[in-house]
C-alpha cells in the first residue's frame, strides 16, 4: 500500500483546511485509516482514526475542530481541519493499519504516507 497526503499549506489561526490522503491498492476499505502530526522539536502524535466499519476516534484537542473521514470508493481518507490554531501547526502523515487494535499508537500502523506540511499563523 502506498499512501500520499496533500493539502497542506499555510493558513491564519480560525482558518480551515483539509487534508486527503489516497491510498493504492484494493484492500483499502479494510484498513483502518489514521492521521498523526509531528511538530518541531516535538514526538509525532496521533490525531485521528477511522476504522473499516466507520467509527472515528478522535484526540482531545483536537475534538471538535478536526474530523477524519473516508471514501472507500476513492481509496481516500480526509482530514477536515476547521478553527485551526497555530499550536496545530505540524506536519501530518496519514497511516494505514491491517490489524491495528491501539489507534492511538503508532506501531499499529504498517504503511505511512510522506507527510503534508500545516502551518497556522496566529
Known amino acids: 500500500v502506498q499512501l500520499q497526503a496533500s493539502g497542506g499549506g499555510l493558513v491564519q489561526a480560525g482558518g480551515s483546511l483539509r487534508l486527503s490522503c489516497a491510498a493504492s491498492g484494493r484492500t483499502f476499505s479494510s484498513y483502518v485509516m489514521g492521521w498523526f502530526r509531528q511538530a518541531p522539536g516535538k514526538e509525532r502524535e496521533f490525531v485521528a482514526a477511522?476504522?473499516?466499519?466507520?467509527?472515528?476516534y478522535s484526540a482531545d484537542s483536537v475534538k471538535g475542530r478536526l474530523t477524519i473521514s473516508r471514501d472507500n470508493a476513492k481509496n481516500t481518507v480526509y482530514l477536515q481541519m476547521n478553527s485551526l490554531k497555530p499550536e496545530d501547526t505540524a506536519v501530518y502523515y496519514c497511516?494505514?493499519?491491517?490489524?491495528?487494535?491501539?489507534?492511538?499508537?503508532?506501531?499499529?500502523?504498517?504503511?505511512w504516507g510522506q507527510g503534508t506540511l500545516v502551518t497556522v499563523s496566529s
Open positions: 497511516a494505514a493499519g491491517r490489524t491495528t487494535r491501539s489507534v492511538v499508537a503508532g506501531r499499529e500502523y504498517d504503511y
Open positions: 477511522i476504522r473499516s466499519g466507520g467509527s472515528t
